[in-house]
């Protein structure tokens, strides 16, 4: 792929969404320039959640394949599409943690292959910002414990027993901080949507 | 904030939201991942939840900032996977390549249905184009006839799923359970509701994580047709004991003809 100019942010979201739709018209083609623009984003995200190289790979791989064969999916007017296509490539690492086959966890600095120069637009491409504000504004609002937990969860992929083992907590007083900070989160969230 | 999160001695109840939360999150494994996923097949109000979750929590993905540049054979797996073709084309020959554009559409579709892992897809191809005795002029009906079966049990979000496959002609299923994980206590069963009513015919053990081919009996597959439907118990491990009440149903599907 030949170096290009990085365009804005703004640019990059709206070539992602004019892709988007192209793919959900069925132009094959699409599905490429949306590997180019999305990659490395969500490598990123599977290689954190997965802890390996190879497994992080494969579960990237799987993430396009399925988008291609379920484009439909796709509701534009629910969220962006670097949104849903972070939170769909986190799933799948999650699912594939899940099946017990990969350790997870985090990844050591020698696994990650360095960048190129030539970036492919993951700076530009983050989640809105104001969504990230204020779902940082509301997580502060819990006790630093609970927003520890609920981080780890979200970051590593801990489930509540590897949560538990880790802060030497039984299982029942890890799930009530989370659950209740989580309640909490929902309350905040709600309320700033209401604003 | 008012109280801290971690007040002693009460037990938090969870309210639906709360597991959509858990889920997002990927706090779930086991059985309660199984039925927050046949929750999100069956009550929109929990799927808009989950995705009300997910969309929050996205932009927390930029913290895990891409760092790393996939290798190479990243892509050209997944164009592989999208262009497989070729030697099925090239084998079919001139005449048959009405058929190949056919069979290519169809499968197309079936995939788009089922989601199906390339093995059953490429399983299917080959025993729809090289299917013993199949005479070039004779195709069309023997399409018909031999086209495979797919049932999602349920139909997920993520791809997580039960995707059964039944092909006629060669009298096999292919059950992959792509993402169900053990949780050491319970298996699943699916079974098979024949359609005068009669008692479930066990259809086997799910192997979680697995995709599984396993040859029919013919008192199965005369039973098995567009529309039978399916449906998944949780039993102990190894299936429902003799003698025993099936477990409750976890998930349910029907066969669609492509």
């Known amino acids: 792929m030949a170096a290009r100019p990085k365009p804005a942010s703004d640019e990059a979201r709206e070539a992602l969404r004019a892709a988007m739709e192209r793919l959900a018209a069925g132009d094959q083609s699409a599905l490429e320039e949306i590997y180019r623009m999305t990659r490395v984003k969500l490598f990123g995200i599977t290689l954190r959640i997965l802890g390996d190289r190879k497994e992080a790979e494969d579960a990237l791989q799987d993430v396009y394949i399925n988008l291609w064969q379920r484009a439909d999916r796709y509701d534009p007017a629910r969220a962006s599409p670097i949104s849903w296509l972070s939170t769909f490539a986190r799933n799948r690492a999650i699912d594939r943690l899940r099946t017990g086959k990969v350790r997870g966890g985090a990844v050591g600095i020698e696994e990650a292959a360095p960048l190129p120069d030539e970036s492919p637009l993951a700076d530009a491409l983050l989640v809105d910002a104001e969504q990230a504000a204020q779902i940082h504004k509301c997580i502060a609002t819990l006790d630093e414990r609970t927003q520890t937990h609920i981080r780890a969860a979200f970051f590593d992929g801990y489930t509540y027993a590897q949560l538990a083992e880790q802060a030497d907590v039984p299982l029942g007083t890890m799930k009530s901080w989370i659950r209740r900070g989580l309640q909490r989160l929902r309350a905040c969230l709600e309320a700033s949507e209401k604003a | ?258």
Do not use: C
Not at chain 2, 135 to 160: K, R, S, Y
Not at chain 2, 181 to 198: F, Q, T
Not at chain 2, 205 to 215: D, F, I, K, L, T
């Open chain 2, 1 to 258: 904030m008012s109280t801290p999160e971690d007040t002693p001695g009460e037990d938090v109840k969870r309210d639906d939201p709360t597991l959509a939360a858990e889920w997002a999150l990927g706090l779930l494994e086991g059985e309660e991942l199984l039925a927050a996923r046949g929750k999100y097949a069956t009550d929109p109000a929990f799927a808009w939840r989950k995705e009300w979750w997910d969309n929050w929590f996205a932009p927390w993905t930029d913290g895990m900032a891409g760092a790393a540049e996939p290798g190479e054979h990243v892509w050209q797996g997944i164009a592989a996977r999208l262009n497989p073709q070729p030697s099925a084309a090239a084998l079919a020959g001139p005449d048959r390549g009405g058929e190949v554009v056919e069979l290519r559409a169809r499968l197309r579709r079936w995939q788009w249905v089922a989601g199906l892992s390339s093995v059953a897809a490429a399983v299917a191809l080959a025993v729809m184009v090289f299917a013993p005795g199949t005479a070039p002029q004779d195709t069309p009906p023997q399409i018909a006839a031999t086209a495979p079966m797919v049932a999602t049990v349920p139909i997920g979000e993520t791809g997580l799923r039960l995707d059964v496959t039944y092909i006629p002609e060669s009298e096999r299923m292919l059950v992959a359970a792509i993402g169900l994980a053990p949780d050491g206590v319970h298996d699943h069963e699916l079974w098979l509701l024949p359609e005068d009513g009669s008692a479930a015919k066990s259809l086997g053990v799910v192997a979680p994580g697995e995709v599984r081919s396993m040859e029919l009996p013919a008192d199965i597959t005369a039973e098995l047709r567009d529309g039978s439907r399916l449906v998944l118990t949780r039993e102990p491990l190894g299936g429902k004991p003799e003698g025993v009440e099936a477990g409750p149903v976890v998930a349910e599907g029907a066969f669609t003809r492509v």
